[in-house]
């Protein structure tokens, strides 16, 4: 209306939607390389390099935060060359990124001395530690860590970052200052690909956050609430049935959350059984659902066995789906994928964003106000917790470790043990499987659960022998050498057998062979009073009692002290 004041709102529409126009334009005229532009956007310029499917493919990179022109253009051209590489995916762009914002910010306080950092190489080395320092000084000033430092792992990754940066600009000095225009990139010096020193970088620190692991009857009350996420708001709920059937999702399959959330539509694929149906072991699983792996390269194909509840979850939301399509004006296009987000949308080829996930998650937190058995508040947002719980629930119940890491995707053992928290009573029943004997062949006399605490296996591994364990208490030193098999402090099991046998074979044939050179040299054999005779013969006699005993497994399965005493 003609006079009327514009709300400010409306005012801010009106910038966005001129800005965009602006910025379409921009892109049509531009007739350079894509890197070239200060503001990187995939959704209008199909020239930026992205995998098939990429969780954050709608993210917008802004380089006009580095003010510096040497420094913007670097960032742009190291950037560009690892995403045409495939170094580095759209995902990991942002984290390089935002690390140079923070050589930016130091930049801003001191003077910018170009691509070098300082005129005077004397200075580098103090230009380093007031970076350190900055990091260091800095806190944080929103979120639930507002006033507190920045940890370990993001200062290190910064300096990574910054590193790897410059290491690329010194073997490329050449080629960028020719084609940047900036002569000062071909002035680099070694030592810029090493701008910090080992003391300057925390350690990393892999420490698992506190309640990462659920409890059953949290889980439990997660799944029994998560109706309110498909509830109509009328009723009290909110309305959002795709999230619904993503919480089903991630909490059985311990997926994820991209994983689930850029499935292909028809994600199913036919299981192939080498097993009879009468088998037990086959029942259960009637597919394999294929996930969509975007975090670690692997040649393992992404899919999981499932079972028909799964299946039931999919067929649903794949009805859902094409029913959203049909709302889009589209009723006879396949969606790309099987979680759709609710606007601009119409050709299906958009995921259900991971914002909103966290949104309707966040409101049924609040919804359903579930506590642990401490009382603290369970945050259902925190969908990672989901896979810490997954796996350490496959790993208790005796779940083979390769068979862990394959449901996973993971591609190290080590991957594979961060998410799983065995329980202290799964450690000790797998430690007290074997009968422990000592030297003489007898059952140990202490307690098994005496002895594992004793032991320590993962802690005490000064106490772990070729063959069996010392249960020497820690603070005491062995002075008896190697003769472990005279002494009472040696323990093993049925696991160490082989070396044990192998430790007899050796012995027997060391006195074979000692008694003909004896023999020869003497005339005679050594008799059975000969002191070194007689410590082998100790040792053998030990050996035969220890196996004899641990291929003798009783019932309780108890452990075996020193010369064949169980414990």
């Known amino acids: 209306m003609r006079g009327e004041k514009i709300g400010e709102s409306a005012f801010k529409g009106g910038t966005y939607r001129l800005g965009h126009m602006a910025a379409v334009l921009g892109y049509a005229y531009h007739r350079g390389p894509w890197w070239e532009l200060n503001v990187w956007n995939p959704s ?3 020239r930026v390099p992205q995998r098939d499917h990429e969780p954050q493919g709608r993210t917008t990179m802004h380089f006009t935060n580095l003010t510096s022109m040497w420094l913007r253009e670097g960032a742009k051209y190291w950037l560009s060359a690892g995403l045409t590489t495939e170094r580095y995916s759209w995902s ?5 990124l935002d690390a140079l914002k923070w050589l930016q910010r130091y930049i801003d306080t001191t003077a910018d001395q170009g691509p070098c950092l300082t005129t005077d190489p004397h200075r580098l080395r103090g230009f380093i530690r007031g970076f350190c320092d900055l990091l260091l000084a800095h806190r944080i000033e929103s979120g639930a860590r507002a006033g507190k430092p920045l940890a370990t792992n993001p200062r290190r990754q910064i300096m990574t970052a910054i590193e790897q940066f410059y290491q690329f600009m010194y073997d490329h000095r050449d080629e960028a200052a020719t084609e940047l225009g900036i002569s000062a990139w071909a002035t680099l010096r070694p ?3 090493v701008l910090f020193r080992p003391e300057d970088k925390p350690r990393l ?6 309640g990462m692991v659920l409890e059953d009857d949290v889980m439990a009350q997660i799944a029994e609430g998560s109706g309110l996420l498909a509830q109509p708001v009328n009723e009290g709920g909110l309305g959002d049935l795709q999230a619904f059937h993503i919480m089903m999702l991630l909490l059985r399959t311990g997926r994820r959350a991209n994983e689930v959330l850029m499935m292909d539509f028809d994600p199913l694929e036919p299981i192939l059984r080498t097993r009879t149906d009468s088998d ?7 597919a394999r659902m294929r996930y969509q792996q975007t975090k670690i390269e692997s040649n393992l194909a992404p899919t999981i066995p499932v079972d028909e509840e799964i299946v039931t979850i999919i067929r649903a939301q794949q009805k859902h789906a094409r029913e959203m399509m049909a709302h889009f004006g589209n009723p006879d296009v396949t969606p790309k994928y099987l979680f759709l987000r609710t606007t601009r949308n119409r050709l299906g080829d958009k995921p ?11 409101r049924l937190t609040s919804l359903l106000n579930i506590r642990d058995s401490v009382g603290r508040q369970v945050a259902v947002s925190k969908t990672h917790r989901f896979r810490h719980t997954a796996a350490t629930n496959l790993i208790n119940a005796g779940v083979p470790l390769h068979v862990v890491m394959r449901y996973f995707g993971h591609i190290s053992p080590d991957m594979t043990l961060h998410y799983a928290v065995t329980s202290a009573q799964t450690m000790e029943e797998e430690f007290l499987r074997y009968k422990k004997v000592t030297r003489d062949g007898r059952t140990a006399s202490i307690d098994s659960s005496d002895l594992y605490d004793l032991i320590q296996l993962d802690k005490r591994a000064d106490r772990i022998l070729p063959n069996g364990w010392c249960t020497l208490p820690p603070k005491q030193l062995c002075d008896k050498g190697n003769a472990c098999l005279s002494c009472s402090k040696f323990v093993t099991d049925s696991t160490h057998a082989p070396q044990l046998r192998t430790q007899l074979t050796d012995t027997e044939t060391l006195i074979e062979h000692r008694q003909a050179v004896f ?11 000969n002191i070194w005779l007689h410590g082998r013969q ?12 641990i291929n003798d497994v009783s019932a309780t399965d108890k452990a075996v002290r020193g010369p064949g005493t169980t414990i």
């Open 205 to 210: 620190a892999n420490v698992k956050a506190d």
């Open 44 to 46: 209008l310029d199909p």
């Open 538 to 549: 100790i040792e053998v006699d030990s050996l035969n009692r220890i196996l004899l005993s």
């Open 191 to 193: 030592e810029h690909c």
């Open 519 to 529: 023999t020869a040299k003497y005339g005679a054999p050594m008799d059975e009073t």
């Open 352 to 362: 259900y964003p991971l914002p909103t996930m966290h949104l309707r998650f966040s």
């Open 92 to 96: 990991t762009i942002k984290s390089r």
């Open 280 to 286: 037990p072991d086959s029942a259960g699983f009637v």
